[in-house]
């Protein structure tokens, strides 16, 4: 739950508007109350969509759909008005986490609890096919969990059974990782495909993962339509129940009203009597309950809870902050419930006008602004003269960031004074042809806590109040040097080379700007694909993957091109995963056997490559096609690649001979990412290993006191990660794994990298359009929040810091350049 921004409506219709619940693609979502008294949930079309009648026909396809569609696990439609001038759908309110927040921030549900959240979701589902319609985006963001039974919310994208399309056609709609195999296919999409959705939603609840899953959005799609599902981790009775809805054929599929049975043989109401979730979450339900009674009113309704103007605003404001911060004991259920409160889902689109990208939004790969693999870990070993220096000599490591919390203590967000004009490329170096249009994945899962403390208390005696630290930045965040406006970014960071950096934008260019100076490039190089990781620097250039499978090299001082190869059309490759030494790269792709001409193409699963620049030769690294479809995100260093494989260990190969150095057996699932300092290997989750690099013996670990730790880091002798509950970030001795210190933060996003500089670390607020945190690296203390304001939805910040401190922030169109703290 967030304060009511200024540009927030005060009533939609009857209902006057108490918070903002959440935001997305298409609108927002907002807590109001009736003149009733009633607590809804009113999502509203953005203003500036208002104009684009496609969005309002939409948009009242949805209301007549969500309003046709009843049953006690749903939400319920209570209020619409689709041709308002800002059109509103309000239902009931349903205090109760989402299934991916609850899974993020809890774990897995226990077996009881799956059963349920399958029967309940099963009903559902009964009373969607009930009203001629197909659901087509069931997802764990789309599922709330309340006290009394999950609910099923967000029917932005349904379809009528009966073939109609309530949204636009010859488009690729809803989450590919919960996707059925005729959706991916394109084939016609019946009730059926929403049981195969529920089966890979209830593989979530069990395991914390979804049964498919891949780099790419063509892998992904691949996954779905042929291989078995991974149910690694999903006990029984659950995976034979889970069995019987991913079955690829949907005539074999079970049916709700018998998946409901074999769930709940007494019906869901009677599990549910006694309580049907952990105590965790069960908390969590109750402290979002809590927060909503609890909430200001005065004597004509609930009091609007809004970011301060005038002063006595901001008086008011203060005190309500310092009521949060210092909370009564009966108000601690409601302090903790407004830390994170029930965000509802709905589709997200591109701003209009924003070219569709063919890839999921990147999460958390470890690659710094070096270009080479690892942003938020590599190694750093030592010069002669013994000071460190980033793993390609640089000095630094660097990261991508996202969304974000809101700016802390009410600071000022930065605001160009002036906004830069979209830079116009004069002339291109190459075009290659394209053969079509391109389709995007929004594979995004909101992670945290749902009871974030604001910061750690110490009572120093009986007679003292506790000293609770402050999460406000001590001061402004600072101007950018320069800001450059271009095309839409692709979602990687920035690359460093002799004073430079190297982004990428849509729909295939490099383009170089100088630190110094970055309002225009220095060079633009068109012709690169839109793989979602940054440019490799190896072979005295600039790496990137061109189509099919191109490997280019550009000059990066001038952009000229300097070498193509092309390696046939037996192989196609998607992402550039870094360099294992300075004349050879890795890449994920596949290599296509052709039987005959008879029998057409048939292509291999997902295959990791070495690719040797000197020699042109792609040789497969005989990684497992299960490991690489689990979110592939290696550190490679000379001699090493180092990841997670599907298993749950930690994996280290040689990358000469590509056998297995050693394998470490973690025993729960690892956040996506890995570090490397000092020949250490880091990996997190309900802890924070460190490995030895060189035979996987544990060196230290350490477990947090609540929550997990959730991303990480590195630079120097540090090793940074974030903490779920309470929210901010460790610095841990890499050495020793003495703690040096603890910086708490609002709400992250810890699903993304923390960017680690020589005088700083970066981390992403939980929001997009709050841009980013700053912490001093010395001493741990929150400096800034550096915002450009901009809610774009899924485009993600991306940050990396060179050697000497400067940082390059991408978001969405603008690339700023910032100073060295």
Not at 429 to 449: D, I, K, W
Not at 615 to 637: C, F, H, M, T, Y
Not at 671 to 687: D, H, S
Request: charged residues 20%; neutral net charge; aromatic residues 8%.
């Amino acid at each position: 739950m967030e304060p009511l921004g200024s540009d927030d409506p005060e009533e939609l219709g009857p209902y006057r508007l108490v918070a903002r619940l959440g935001a997305g693609g298409m609108g927002r979502v907002y807590l109001a109350r009736s003149p009733q008294g009633r607590t809804v949930a009113v999502k509203a079309i953005r203003p500036e969509l208002m104009g684009d009648k496609n969005f309002r026909i939409r948009f009242r396809r949805e209301v007549e759909a969500a309003g046709a569609v009843g049953g006690r696990y749903t939400a319920p439609v209570v209020d619409a008005d689709p041709e308002a001038p800002v059109p509103w759908l309000a239902t009931d309110y349903i205090a109760g986490p989402t299934l991916a927040e609850a899974v993020a921030a809890h774990g897995p549900l226990p077996v009881e609890s799956v059963l349920v959240l399958g029967a309940g979701v099963a009903e559902a589902l009964i009373a969607v096919q009930a009203a001629g319609l197909v659901h087509r985006d069931l997802k764990p963001s789309n599922v709330l969990l309340a006290a009394d039974g999950p609910r099923v919310i967000d029917f932005g994208i349904v379809r009528a059974s009966d073939g109609y399309d309530l949204t636009r056609s010859g488009a690729l709609f809803g989450s590919f990782e919960y996707m059925c195999p005729e959706q991916a296919t394109g084939e016609p999409l019946g009730p059926e495909g929403d049981i195969f959705s529920l089966g890979s939603v209830l593989t979530f609840a069990a395991s914390g993962h979804a049964p498919f899953s891949g780099n790419a959005a063509a892998t992904l799609l691949y996954q779905v339509v042929h291989s078995a599902p991974d149910l690694t981790g999903v006990p029984d009775p659950l995976d034979k129940i889970i069995n019987l809805c991913l079955t690829k054929d949907p005539r074999l599929r079970i049916t709700p009203d018998k998946l409901a049975a074999a769930c709940a043989p007494g019906g869901v109401e009677q599990l549910t009597a006694d309580g049907w979730l952990p105590p965790s979450v069960a908390s969590s339900v109750a402290l979002r309950a809590a927060a909503v009674r609890t909430l200001e009113t005065g004597p004509n309704g609930p009091v609007a809870f809004r970011s301060p103007g005038t002063d006595r605003e901001r008086d008011a404001y203060d005190f309500q902050q310092e009521r949060l911060a210092h909370p009564p004991r009966s108000d601690r259920a409601a302090y903790d419930a407004r830390r994170g409160q029930a965000v509802y889902d709905f589709e997200r689109e591109e701003p209009p006008g924003v070219a569709e990208s063919p890839s999921p939004c990147a999460s958390g790969d470890p690659y710094d602004g070096s270009g080479r693999p690892s942003r938020s870990a590599e190694a750093f070993p030592a010069d002669r003269d013994g000071s460190r220096r980033g793993a390609d000599g640089t000095g630094r490591t660097g990261g991508v960031a996202s969304a974000g919390a809101a700016p802390a203590g009410g600071a000022e967000p930065y605001s160009a004074p002036e906004e830069p004009e979209p830079y116009r490329a004069g002339g291109h170096r190459r075009a290659v042809p394209r053969s079509g249009p391109s389709r995007r994945t929004v594979l995004t899962v909101s992670a945290g806590s749902a009871a974030a403390a604001a910061g750690a208390g110490l009572v120093l005696s009986r007679r003292k109040k506790p000293t609770v630290r402050s999460t406000e930045p001590a001061g402004p965040a600072p101007k950018p040097l320069w800001t450059y406006r271009g095309g839409p970014l692709l979602q990687a960071p920035a690359v460093f080379n002799d004073g430079t950096a190297l982004v990428k934008t849509r729909p295939g260019d490099l383009v170089c700007l100088d630190l110094k100076d970055g309002t225009r490039p220095k060079w633009v190089y068109e012709g690169i694909s839109q793989s979602p990781t940054p440019a490799v620097l190896a072979f005295d250039a600039a790496i990137a993957l061109g189509e099919g499978a191109t490997v280019i090299g550009i000059d990066p001082v001038d952009g000229t091109e300097r070498f193509t190869i092309d390696f046939g059309p037996d192989f196609r490759f998607t992402t550039l995963l870094g360099a294992t030494d300075d004349r050879a790269v890795s890449v994920i792709g596949v290599r296509l056997r052709r039987e005959s001409d008879e029998q057409g193409v048939a292509t291999s699963t997902d295959t990791v490559f070495g690719v040797d620049l000197a020699a042109r030769r792609a040789e497969v690294i005989p990684i497992s096609p299960e490991d690489v479809g689990i979110k592939l995100a290696p550190v490679i260093l000379p001699s090493y690649f180092v990841y997670a494989d599907g298993l749950r260990n930690v994996t280290v190969r040689d990358t000469d001979s590509s056998g297995v150095l050693w394998r470490h057996p973690v025993g729960y699932d690892l956040r996506p990412g890995l570090a490397v300092i000092n020949r250490t290997v880091f990996a997190i989750g309900r802890e924070l290993k460190a490995l030895d690099l060189n035979n996987g013996r544990l060196r230290w670990r350490v477990k947090p006191e609540r929550g997990m730790f959730a991303s990480l880091g590195g630079y120097g002798n540090t090793v940074y990660v974030t903490g779920t509950d309470p929210a901010g970030v460790y610095a841990f001795n890499a050495g020793t794994g003495a703690r040096r210190w603890f910086c708490p933060t609002p709400r992250l996003n810890i699903d993304q990298p923390i960017t680690a500089g020589p005088d700083a670390v970066y981390v992403p607020a939980h929001q997009n359009k709050n841009g980013f945190y700053a912490i001093g690296a010395a001493k741990g203390r929150l400096l800034w929040n550096f915002t450009d304001g901009v809610e774009t939805g899924v485009n993600d910040w991306q940050l990396a810091c060179d050697h000497s401190g400067v940082l390059v922030a991408q978001h969405y169109d603008r690339t700023y350049g910032l100073p060295a703290p």
